[in-house]
């Protein structure tokens, strides 16, 4: 019987305590970062494709793209896991028409250099003809990681979507995020916009969400909170003790609290217009201003699910299940 090396069994249990206290201050950063006030304001992000203009295959383009971009849109950017994708982020907006304005020069911008590159900007929530190619990967820490955790399960990341953040103060947070999940649903009809993928047509007008939103312990739906700190601190430090999240930024819920001190509703395809990102921003906007005190009944988690899997499905054909002629 081979006898156990402690020097390695010390530092192994070192290197687990340490990522114990590394979560934990991950987690005590993320409650500091809200304020002790609601403020509500608002910021955008937006995931893009891109493509070859001629043929509409994915391309490994962001390295170029990034540095062809003017400097104050290059301060907005951030790449993905994949090379054909590109993120950028609005600043702080106190209303959502404020926030579509910064949306719409990201665009105009990004369009123009799409344009000089011989690419265009695909604005869907998946690739339509997806084929994976190791190829497509950018080289960057974040992608080799992702490459560890996800496996042969990289294939599916291809997603592009929309993020909506909305700042609350500290004592709201969770409270807002568990009645926020009980919109997801409304949100991802409104937004579905992945109607095929892998080269063909599906049965779902959002396979993204069906991607992210599968069941599965650091997506979907979580569990609800109670709007209590100790509760979401619990389940992020369970799933960190299982092996499944080094910091709570890898918890891909479709609600989340964030480093930024706001909620993250992460739910949605990128829209196909700008129309829809404004109607979806402020909806949200509303919702978590009206889920302040809100004490009503809430669904079930498993109609919450089904709810997810018809608008999945059905995408805005879903909002209209309640209309006479649908009946």
């Not at 934990?24 to 494709?49: M, P, R, W």
């Not at 084929?131 to 291809?158: M, T, W, Y």
């Not at 979507?161 to 409270?175: L, N």
Request: glycine share 8%; with cysteine; aromatic share 8%.
């Amino acid at each position: 019987m081979l006898k156990p090396n402690s020097k390695l069994a010390e530092q192994q249990a070192s290197n687990r305590s340490n990522k114990r206290h590394d979560v934990a201050s991950d987690l005590f950063t993320q409650h500091e970062a809200f304020g002790t006030k609601n403020q509500f304001t608002v910021g955008i992000e937006h995931e893009y494709g891109l493509v070859n203009a001629f043929t509409g295959q994915p391309v490994n383009a962001f390295d170029e793209v990034y540095d062809d971009l003017e400097p104050s849109i290059q301060q907005r950017c951030t790449n993905e896991f994949l090379g054909c994708q590109i993120e950028f982020a609005t600043g702080v907006h106190e209303d959502v028409e404020s926030a579509a304005g910064e949306v719409i020069e990201i665009d105009t911008e990004l369009i123009r250099v799409c344009d000089r590159l011989g690419l265009r900007v695909l604005r869907s929530g998946t690739f339509p003809d997806w084929k994976f190619d190791p190829a497509l990967i950018h080289d960057c820490e974040r992608s080799r990681r992702n490459l560890q955790r996800f496996g042969g399960e990289v294939a599916g990341l291809a997603c592009n979507s929309m993020h909506v953040h909305v700042q609350v103060s500290r004592d709201d947070a969770i409270a807002v995020m568990d009645r926020l999940m009980c919109h997801v649903p409304r949100w991802v009809a409104m937004s579905a916009n992945s109607p095929s993928m892998y080269g063909h047509g599906g049965k779902f007008a959002s396979h993204r969400a069906m991607v992210w939103g599968r069941e599965g312990a650091i997506t979907g739906f979580p569990y609800r909170f109670g709007g209590s700190w100790e509760a979401y601190y619990y389940e992020i430090a369970r799933l960190h003790s299982a092996g499944l999240v080094e910091t709570q930024k890898d918890a891909y819920f479709m609600v989340r609290p964030t480093r930024f001190g706001t909620i993250e509703v992460r739910c949605c395809d990128i829209p196909v217009d700008l129309q829809t990102t404004i109607a979806i921003a402020e909806e949200i906007q509303a919702a978590a201003i009206n889920a302040v005190g809100d004490t009503s009944p809430m669904p079930s988690l498993e109609q919450l699910t089904e709810d997810f899997g018809g608008a999945c499905r059905l995408g805005r054909q879903w909002l209209r299940r309640g209309e006479p002629s649908l009946n």
